[in-house]
T-cell receptor, first 114, second 115 residues
């Protein structure tokens, strides 16, 4: 079955430190891949997406993600986090065979400490 | 910018009530989706629609129905609300298959409490 795994439920980092959030997928063929962010009480905002091409994808708010086919991973990174980055982050995948069902990971909650 | 709006941010209903959650998108998108979000479970797809009057079951359709009479509007209906339907409900839309752009855009969510 198709699935998306975010192994870290909760991560705490210091403001100004670097960040990496992990995401692994299990699909028959490489899916489309997305990262969304959800601030408390809000809907989901798209950070970035990967469809094909360059495996390093730049997104909004200074985030980037790297697609690694050999590891079935699409990890999200930011070189220096800000207090406003505290939120929940969701990785998601969509089959590229016309099935419109987006599969989400269970999310990683990010806490920023001063 | 794509705009997806949901009729209520917070809703409190009693067990057995019929509940309507409304979602409207302003980008002429073909596809619309309803998810529920629960702690530790992420987002789970309830129903989706790829055209007016068309609907497809998602992963957890039990206890829900949907209606799409107009392209821009997708309604989620809880025929008889139960306490286990207390959750955050998120609506999303996407342009549709074959356009080379499969990104789903989300509304702000409706937090439903069933007493």
């Amino acid at each position: 079955a198709q699935s998306v795994t975010q192994p870290d439920i909760h991560i705490t980092v210091s403001e100004g430190a670097s960040l990496e959030l992990r995401c692994n997928y299990s699909y028959g063929a490489t899916p489309y891949l997305f990262w969304y962010v959800q601030s408390p009480g809000q809907g989901l905002q798209l950070l970035l997406k990967y469809f094909s091409g360059d495996t390093l994808v730049q997104g909004i708010k200074g985030f980037e993600a790297e697609f690694k086919r050999s590891q079935s991973s699409f990890n999200l990174r930011k070189p220096s986090v800000h207090w406003s980055d505290a939120a929940e982050y969701f990785c998601a995948a969509l089959s590229n065979f016309g099935n419109e069902k987006l599969t989400f990971g269970t999310g990683t909650r990010l806490t920023i400490i001063p | 910018d794509v705009k997806v709006t949901q009729s209520s941010r917070y809703l409190v209903k009693r067990t057995g009530e019929k509940v309507f959650l409304e979602c409207v998108q302003d980008m002429d998108h073909e596809n619309m989706f309803w998810y529920r979000q629960d702690p530790g479970l992420g987002l789970r797809l309830i129903y989706f629609s790829y055209d007016v009057k068309m609907k497809e079951k998602g992963d957890i359709p039990e206890g829900y129905s949907v209606s799409r009479e107009k392209k821009e509007r997708f309604s989620l209906i809880l025929e008889s609300a139960s306490t286990n339907q207390t959750s955050m409900y998120l609506c999303a839309s996407s342009i549709g298959t074959g356009h080379g752009e499969e990104t789903q855009y989300f509304g702000p969510g409706t937090r439903l409490l069933v007493l």
